[in-house]
């Protein structure tokens, strides 16, 4: 390695939104890496074992598995996958995307309640409110939405 930077990555950031930022800092670096080498003057460092590989993304692990995941979980799905591909449950045999949610404090329901309630359930689903699901840990509020050969949209 000759030059690296450091970014770090806001909580409710997509995939989409980091590339585009790391796009103007990359090529800021490009050039100072550049101007380094040309002067004689760029730093080498051998890049240790400190890194992990990310698996390939196919549409599999794009579904969203009520059952296992947590609130949280489900949100950084979504968001690793907003835009490429959308992370993606069924209804009613109909594939809906989901491409921006966040994890709610609560909408009403107390914690003994909400485990009686399966995982996946739709708990509300109102104009005003918004739609909110039951996950393995807590409840999702979904922003935007896409159902099957629709346009992607704002929940409300």
């Known amino acids: 390695m000759i030059l690296k930077e450091t970014v770090d990555i806001g909580e409710d950031e997509t995939t989409g939104e980091l590339w585009e930022r790391l796009s103007k800092i990359g090529g800021e670096l490009l050039v100072k890496t550049l101007k380094l080498i040309e002067e004689g003057k760029a730093p080498r460092e051998k890049q240790g074992e400190d890194f992990s590989m990310a698996p390939m993304l196919n549409k599999e692990m794009a579904e969203i598995n009520w059952e ?22 069924f209804l009613n045999g109909k594939k809906i995307k989901f491409w921006k949610v966040d994890v709610a404090n609560s909408i009403g329901y107390d ?3 909400l485990k009686m309630i ?29 159902g099957e050969n629709a346009k992607r949209m704002p929940i409300g």
């Open 68 to 89: 296992e995941k947590s609130a949280a979980d489900i949100k950084n799905l979504v968001r690793g996958l907003n835009p490429i591909m959308g992370a993606y449950s």
């Open 111 to 113: 914690s003994d309640n």
């Open 118 to 146: 399966k995982n996946g359930t739709v708990l509300v689903s109102d104009q005003r409110d918004g739609l909110f699901i039951k996950t393995k840990d807590g409840i999702l509020k979904v922003l935007e939405i896409q």
